[in-house]
Each structure stands twice: as structure tokens, then as C-alpha cells.
């Protein structure tokens, strides 16, 4: 159902083939999850994609589990429901464990519940904040 | 320009000033910020979202750093200004360093990015994705 | 600071100003808010979204309150700042009261919570919501 | 699919079990839909949850059928498609007739549409929204 | 699946079939996608609706092309699924390749990302900006 | 305001500086927006982020105008002030006319508007769709 459908590693170009190496080789696994195949079709992108996140979720001020745990909370704010799934089973093997997760939705829920109050109310920066 | 005006402590019911006194030795803090006085117009609404970010934001499988970031990364993706402005702080009061803020800001805007790429390339979820 | 700078009535083409004529009589009132001024630039769209807006937002089904909560639940939830203190203003010339508003709020903060619980937990929906 | 699976009432706590009662009770039916079993991972969440709603959807200032067409306004604004499947029967529940869905979903949508407009041609507050 | 189900040609009222009979005429084709059968159970917004994007869709300062791949745009960034698939269709259509199509997700990705950059690092706008 | 600050040219480091000069080389100006110059705080993000754009805003299968205007209806979407004042800015430069402008908003418009008659009818995505 893919728009531009999914390209399979035996279907890949050499150039799409060394991306699909590059994530097996750092995610340590043998098989690429559908959103790689999907965005396949432009090299371009899935290369530049990879790239950045490749840099972006290496281990760095945060380690690599807190990144995926920021990942999917933004994805469950933003409700893509294919992110939820795939980085769920990232953080997962990162180390999230169910009590976690289960922590992660509470501040997911309760950031949501408090950005609208803020709206709502027409809450003004305080000062504090504003001065650095 | 708050919907119902602020709240100040002074002019504050005792049943108000329970919270805010709360706030204040919870934090160790001697000052309340405007979302608390702008909500104060609501008692229970105030005492429960207090009691609810107390809980939920306390030491537990995640520490309270962890959280703050988390929170002020849903509040970067929902483009909530005072959010952005009062969780900043409290992440900063909790130990984040600025490099750990542009960590946060990197994987915010990748999150934001590939959801859309998801959306659009109509990406179905993997079968790996769905069984526990 | 508006795009295209605002339109007042004293300038307006005959054709704006019939829109503004409208505005008034149909919310007797003397006085036509900037949103109004701002997509006065295009006459089509001022036309169009006013006509809209009046058809949609007269009794029916649902009182012209009830409609005017809703606008200004949904313009809350989409933290549009404009839209809040604009639908507030209507909101409560309807007959929102203090105690209307927080209520509303309260609904606005919870569906917001929710939502974002569903998504986390990739909530099903049931055979009981499908069969009409 | 949910992340951590349904709990059902036969294998239910004694805690989970409680809140599961109450709200059988409370809304006077006989079976739980999946939020609840989904969430009920989470014993404090789930109890925290309901409570909140419980009290928050009551009759006060407005109506509980007022108040659903609410939640479900802003749950179709979100997009999330549970949510609108739930709170639809919800708030068919408590009477929403097609004529009063019809015509919420007109305020939905151009509510959506106006908040739009609002941010494209960058309208500024006007003065007489910002005095109390 | 849809909340009212849908209207087809054989059971709809006169007043539908004009529509119906408008749509099909206006996009030389001979089918109604389920979006119309659905909003078709409230003619008012079904003619509404349809006279809306007759008139926006139309040639003007821009071309269909050019404004069904921004329909498209606006589509993938609100996740919805349903109007992702149908807006697809209508900008191939209307001639969009599948080159167009993947620099459209490029900067729809890209707009996504540096949206949240901006909220997150509460950048304030230029004087330049400001001025007309 | 911003979190950071802003960098000026004089108190750039030489990375930074490469960055602004390629961005002013580029776009033919002889200052830079103050969104550059907060995200310059984290070097590596400003020159990721300068070179996507500068690659993805490229003419390509779509001309640089239409991708700056995509670039603004998402961030109108998006509700993201400073975004639409700056790509307004950078639309115009590249010759985005007042009745293109209007046409845009248009769409951005009515695209939000009918996303949520979709979530909220609950329409299925049409087999036609679905099939490449």
C-alpha cells in the first residue's frame, strides 16, 4: 500500500544496497524495517535520512536510550501510529523496559493535557523565563 | 492578558494556597509561575493537575531529568511557547546542560520529520512491529 | 503586522464593505475584528468565509453557545492564540460563563491526555464501535 | 496490537478490577472497552484516568452531553481515530442525535479552517480581546 | 466503517445526485470517492464543500498542478491518511510525476523539522519580517 | 529571547562563519535571519540543516518557487509564526505574487478543513486508492 511501493534488497540499486548495509551493520540485525523500502525510491533521501539519523541517535550528551525514548514520545504526540510501532521495538532493544514506557506515556499524556491549559488560559511567559 | 487574570498568593484562598505552598516546598522554590496562578481560578483543576505532575514527574523507572527533557521535547513538537519557556528551565534546574538541550532539539526535529515521511510514503507497519 | 495589512472600513471597496455591513448587523455590533480586516485582501475568501461561518454557526441541532464552545475547544486544542481570545470573547457574549469556560477547559485538557494514551498504547478500536 | 496487550476482567487485579467496576457502574453498561484494558499495564494511570474523567465529565456548569460533543471535537480535530469511534457512541449515548453530529463536525471543520487563515495572514490580537 | 455509512448514487436524494453529478462532470470521471458518499448523509455541507474546492481548486494565480500538490502537502504534515491517499491520486492526475512527488515529501519533511527548531530554540521574528 | 541566544557574524567561530557566507553567497543577501544565527549554537545541526535546505530547496522536478511555497502552507498549517513570516518573506523573493499568496491560503485552508470531515465521518480509504 506503500505509495511508491517497497524496494526489496534483491530488487536495490548498489547505492540503495550500501544504505540498507550501513543500518544492518550499525543496528546489528539482517532485515530493514518497511520505512527504509518505502523512501527507497529516492536514494537521495534515504541516504540523507540514514545519515542524520545515524548521527542524531549515536551516544553523545544523551545516550542512546534516552534518543529513543524522545523519539517515540514525539511519535506518540504526533499519533503516527507506524512510528509508535517502530520505535517502540527500538527503544525496546535499547533497554526500555515496560515500567518505562509506562512512564513515558504519563509525561507524553500529561504534556499534552498542559500545553492546551496554557492555550486555554492565555498563560504569558513569566519574566524568570525570559531573562537568561 | 491571562483568560481569568493571575492568581497572586496574597489574594490567593487558603484552599489555593495549599497548592501553591506545595508547589513551592516540593521545588524548593520560593516563587509560583504564571500556569499555576492562571489555573488557580479553578481550584480543583489546579489541586488535581498539581497532584498529577507531582506524581507523575517524581524519581521512578525514569529519572526526573529524563522526564523534564521528555516533556519539554512533546512541548517543542506542539510548538507551545510558555511550555517551551517553563520546561526549559525546569529541565535546566534538573541538570540539563546545553548540550544535552541540542541533542533534544536534533532528535525533536528528526521525529518531526520522518513522521511525515512515514505519512506520506503511506508506509504500512511491519509484520516484526505487531507480535509481542 | 498582518500579512497584507488590514482593511478598514473607511477604505474598503463596496463589495468588502457589504461583508462588513453584515458582520455588524447579524452580531449588532459596530466594530469588525482583525481577522476580518486581515482577509479583506481577498474579497472572495472574506465573502465565502463569512457566509460560512454565519450559516454554520446560527441555531440549529445545536445552540449558537454550545457552537461557540466547541470552536473555541477545538481553537485551544490547536493552541491558536488569536482564535482563543477571539472565540472566548464570542463565547461569552453567547452566555459562557467563568464557571462554563473552566469546564471546558477541563474537556479540552483530558481529550488532549487521551488521545496521546491511545496512540502510546495502540489502542484497537472494538467491534462494538464499528457495527452502526 | 496494543503495546502491552488487553487486560481482561477475569485476569485482572483486585485493583484493576475495582476501577473496571466502577465503571461498568457508573456508566451502566456491562463490558469495558479496550482504552481501559489497554492502559491497565499501568494500575496508577488507569485509576488516575478514570477518576479524572469521572469527575470531570459530571454534570456541573455544562451537560455531560454538552461535555462529550466536546471531547469528540477535539478528538476529530487530533485525528485520532479511536477516539472518534468511542466518543461518537459516547456521546450518542447521552443523545447526540446525526443532526447534532452533522452540525458539530461543520464547527470542527472550519474552526480548523479559520485557525489556518488566522496564522497565514498573521493576524494580531485586536486591543478589545486583550482587556478584561 | 464510515460514522453515518455511505451515500450511493442509486439511494441518494436529488439534491445529492446534483452533486454527485457536478463532481463527476468537473472531473470527467465516472465514480465518487467515499469522501463525498460520506459527508453526503448532510447536503448542506456535501454542496457546500464541493462548491468550495470547485471554486479553490480552479485555475487561477495558480495552477491545479501547483495547488493540488500543496493540498497534498498540507495532507502528509496532518497525517491523514485517508486524504494522503485521494490527494495522491487527484495531483497524478493532474500531471504530478514521481520525481514531483518525492521533492514534495523532501520539503514537507524539511518544514516539519525546522518548524520545531524554531519553537524549540524560541527564535523571535526578524525586524526585517515585520516591516511591509 | 531565544533559548540560546543569537550569534552574530563578528562572534562566529570559523565553522560557523563558512556556514553564513555559503548562506548569503547563496541566497544573493548580505545578512542572515535570526534562525540561523540560535541554531548556530549547535554547529553541527546549523550545517546539516543549511545544506538539506540548500540541497532540498533546489530547483529539481519542482521549481524553487512552488517548493517555497509548499514550505510556507505547511508551516501556516503548522501554525508556526516565525516559519510563516520568514518563508512569506522567501516565497515573495522568489516570486510569489499577493494573488498567489491568497490562492494559497485557500488551500491550506480548506485542506485542513476537509482533513477533519474525514476523521470525523470515519471515511475508508477507496480500493481504487489503494491499488498502484
Known amino acids: 500500500m506503500a505509495t511508491l ?21 550499525t543496528r546489528k540485525t539482517d532485515w530493514i524495517n ?4 518505502a523512501i527507497a525510491h529516492d536514494p537521495v533521501t534515504l541516504k540523507r535520512t540514514w545519515e542524520d539519523i545515524k ?4 551516544p553523545g550528551a544523551l545516550d542512546p536510550l534516552t ?18 510501532a517502530s520505535h517502540t521495538a527500538a527503544a525496546r532493544k535499547q533497554g526500555m ?8 506515556m504519563e509525561v ?8 492546551r491549559l496554557v492555550a486555554g488560559y492565555q498563560v504569558e511567559i513569566d519574566e524568570k523565563f525570559l531573562s537568561r
Chains 1, 2, 3, 4, 5, 6 share one sequence.
Open 5 to 25: 511501493g517497497l524496494i526489496e534488497y534483491k530488487d536495490a540499486s548498489p547505492k540503495v544496497r550500501a544504505v540498507y548495509d550501513d543500518i544492518m551493520a
Open 34 to 37: 518497511n520505512f527504509w523500502k
Open 55 to 58: 548521527q542524531i541517535m549515536a
Open 67 to 84: 534518543k529513543e525514548m524522545m523519539y517515540l514520545a514525539v511519535s506518540v504526540s504526533n499519533q503516527c501510529n507506524y512510528c509508535v
Open 97 to 104: 523496559t515496560d515500567a518505562m514506557f509506562k512512564e513515558l
Open 108 to 115: 507524553v499524556g500529561m504534556a499534552n493535557e498542559t500545553n
